[in-house]
């Protein structure tokens, strides 16, 4: 097996995967749910929702030591949430994917992709498991669910999405909302499809958060501490202005600062501006992410797509930050055809440019096209190329000799919700 910079290709499957970045509101999957004037009333007025997809999944490796490989998966989300009852509600989500085999290719002749349906061909997991309870401004989650944060979010990138296990808090005063949490498994397409320690040999994350949204301005100053592994402190703030009713643009900055625990070898600055420009459906932006580390130290990307601007489909700045610095640019431009009168019709391209101060550098380019016609269903292509330029950001098992990781891939979603 190669490894792209010390890491499996299995686990760079699951890892590296971008996609857009807003500033980093506090998130997550806490709703408010109808009030009830019994536990039995709040089961029976309870809500099913879900989604069914299918995908399908084609990677074309550069390195004649890989052959293409293929696959095609069905599966989805089924979820049960009852009503609230005296501020208390509980939820459950069933995730399954499984592949085509018919439509997939031979595991046995590496030609098998296990990233939509994992190793096995198949995953069924109990997703979300959780009770919740609210009061005015403020909300409590104990259990499994769907959170979004600078460095642990959902990245919803194959089948289902990360899932986490622990308990999250928030209140909110006026624009504020302060936030706490504490996480300790997690499973989805950037672990493994079952839930499994977030840190190995250690007792999980702790963060603390203050976040600001008020008409056009949003902040966020986040703290982490990843037991074993690092201290996080993460800011950003975004200000959008509109220059007519057609027109806006809007300015975005990012920093992060990370010091090792334990001696884990984790230890770096992220910083990062953006500009975004949109006009009637035309969308433009401009990102930009410098990733400094120490010669002996790398940067942690954290739990599911990272946290930096310059994130494609596959690489980001912090995923290539071991042991020299990154600077990374990303250019995009995109197009909503509804301005034209088809509503639901889409299409972006984004260029990605990846160059590390010593030896690494790599060019990504990524283009979607998604049709969106009503809430109930869409589809979304994307075609996603890598340019290894010095061919080395892999490297073999048995030998470390470097393997070059350059590749095309296609991914196709279908989504059908209720």
């Known amino acids: 097996m190669k490894k792209i910079l010390g890491l499996s290709l299995v686990t760079i499957a699951y890892l590296q995967a971008g996609g857009d970045i807003t500033p980093q509101v506090c998130q997550s999957d806490i709703k408010a749910p109808t009030s009830i004037n019994s536990i039995a009333d709040a089961f029976a007025q309870g809500k099913v929702s879900g989604q069914i997809r299918a995908g399908y999944i084609w990677v074309d490796p550069s390195s004649e030591a890989y052959p293409q490989n293929y696959t095609t998966a069905i599966g989805g989300q089924l979820k049960y949430e009852t009503a609230s009852y005296q501020g208390f509600s509980a939820g459950v989500a069933f995730y399954t994917s499984h592949a085509i085999m018919g439509l ?5 002749e590496g030609k098998f992709n296990e990233s939509l349906a994992s190793d096995d061909k198949y995953y069924d997991l109990l997703g979300e498991a959780y009770i919740n309870y609210s009061y005015e401004s403020f909300n409590i989650r104990v259990g499994r669910q769907l959170i979004d944060t600078p460095y642990a979010d959902s990245d919803d990138i194959r089948m289902t999405p990360n899932t986490f296990e622990g308990v999250v808090a928030s209140y909110g005063i006026d624009d504020f ?29 702790a963060l603390l958060a203050l976040t600001y949204a008020k008409d056009d301005l949003e902040a966020g100053i986040w703290y982490y501490n990843a037991d074993n592994t690092a201290n996080i402190v993460y800011a950003d703030i975004s200000q959008n202005f509109e220059l007519n009713s057609d027109t806006n643009i809007k300015l975005s900055a990012q920093f992060a600062n990370q010091s090792e625990i334990d001696d884990s070898g984790v230890d770096g600055m992220l910083y990062g501006a953006m500009v975004e420009f949109g006009y009637k459906g035309l969308s433009a932006s401009i990102a930009y992410d410098k990733v400094a580390v ?15 601007y310059v994130n494609m489909f596959e690489m980001t700045a912090g995923a290539l930050a ?29 260029y990605g440019d990846f160059d590390g101060e010593n030896n690494h550098e790599a060019k990504e380019y990524n283009f979607t096209l998604a049709y969106a016609p009503s809430k109930t269903w869409d589809v979304e292509i994307v075609y996603d190329k ?9 490297e073999d ?15 196709v979603r279908a989504n059908y919700n209720f």
């Open 104 to 108: 997939s290719g031979d595991r046995d």
């Open 177 to 205: 909302t302060l936030l706490g949490a504490y996480l300790t498994k997690w499973q989805g397409p950037d672990a493994q499809y079952e839930f499994e320690d977030l840190i190995e040999d250690g007792d999980g994350v």
């Open 294 to 308: 120490d010669d002996d130290s790398s940067y942690f990307g954290g739990f599911g797509g990272g946290v930096g």
């Open 322 to 350: 071991s042991f020299e610095d990154i600077d990374a640019w990303k250019y995009s431009i995109g197009y909503d055809f509804a301005s034209v009168g088809c509503d639901g019709l889409s299409m972006s391209f984004d």
């Open 386 to 394: 890598i340019d290894d330029v010095h061919k080395n950001l892999a």
């Open 397 to 411: 098992d048995a030998t470390h000799a470097p393997i070059d990781f350059s590749l095309d891939r296609v991914l």
